[in-house]
């Protein structure tokens, strides 16, 4: 999970975007559901990286995101590429009003959703799919952390995130047809020096990159050199659970 949206971690996530098959992998899933004439809600839609996907299979994506500079950054997208039925909104989950229903409601990382409220009002919202993609392990181990945490002698606590099996008792007392895909895809980071992999961490994991020096001896151990650039690999694994009204 890459947030809070900074200016910074915008460019970071567009460059990472560019090479991960995460996206593609979700649409490989999902595209044969949807309906050329349908509408699509894309909850917690960032920077778009999904919604841009979505807008190729169907009439019209409905955007929304709790982050106005995220909802911006769609923006802009957007009008570069004049695209016309991607509708985006600087709106929580929580504020959107029951104004229509979707063909197919879609939510990518957005673990503070994942809850029994949240699921209900998720499922009011469509008309036919509900598509969730969520870590398929409890604990954390984006970039292979969980090594570097090892190393540094510290607790993993604080790398838990909620996953799949904690949606799945909520599925099952609300009485929903779901099934769940487990699935891999490579979700790594380019950077053009290492300094700015420092900055990275100091971003995403401030604990870690408190210390400096262990940090920037296990980057330069797995930072790999690929097309003139740096990369931190890191392979995410992800559970798709797919809910038919
Ligand atoms: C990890 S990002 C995933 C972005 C996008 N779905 C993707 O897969 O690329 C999670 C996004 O959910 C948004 N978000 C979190 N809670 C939200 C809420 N309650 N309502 C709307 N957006 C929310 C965050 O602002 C962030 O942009």
Redesign the pocket.
């Known amino acids: 999970?890459?947030?809070?949206?900074t200016v910074k971690s915008i460019e970071w996530?567009r460059e990472a975007?560019g090479l991960t098959s995460?996206?593609s992998r979700i649409m490989d899933m999902t595209g044969r559901y949807l309906d050329r004439n349908g509408s699509v809600l894309?909850?917690?839609?960032?920077?778009?990286?999904?919604?841009m996907e979505l807008a190729m299979k169907c009439s019209g994506v409905e955007a929304?995101?709790?982050?106005g500079l995220?909802v911006a950054a769609l923006g802009e997208r957007i009008k570069e590429l004049g695209l016309s039925n991607i509708q985006p909104r600087n709106?929580?989950?929580?504020?959107?009003s029951l104004g229509r229903r979707y063909h197919a409601v879609?939510?990518?990382?957005?673990?503070?959703?994942v809850q029994g409220w949240?699921l209900k009002k998720i499922l009011e919202h469509s008309s036919r799919y509900v598509f969730i993609?969520i870590p398929a392990r409890g604990i954390k181990n984006d970039f292979n952390v969980l090594s570097l945490a090892g190393r540094m002698g510290m607790d993993t606590g604080t790398l838990r995130q909620p996953c799949h099996k904690d949606i799945i008792p909520i599925m099952d007392a609300l009485g929903v047809d779901y099934c769940v895909d487990v699935f891999e895809s490579e979700f790594g980071q380019p950077f053009c020096s290492r300094e700015e992999a420092m900055d990275f961490f100091k971003h995403y994991y401030p604990d870690f990159a408190a210390r400096n020096g262990e940090l920037n001896q296990w980057l330069s151990e797995n930072l790999e050199y690929r097309d003139g650039r740096h990369y931190l690999p890191s392979s995410r694994e992800s559970a798709l659970i797919t809910i038919v009204k």
């Open positions: 999970m890459r947030c809070p949206w996530y975007e995460y996206y894309d909850v917690g839609c960032g920077i778009g990286s999904l919604t929304i995101d709790k982050s995220a709106v929580s989950f929580e504020e959107l879609y939510l990518s990382y957005v673990m503070g959703l949240s993609a």
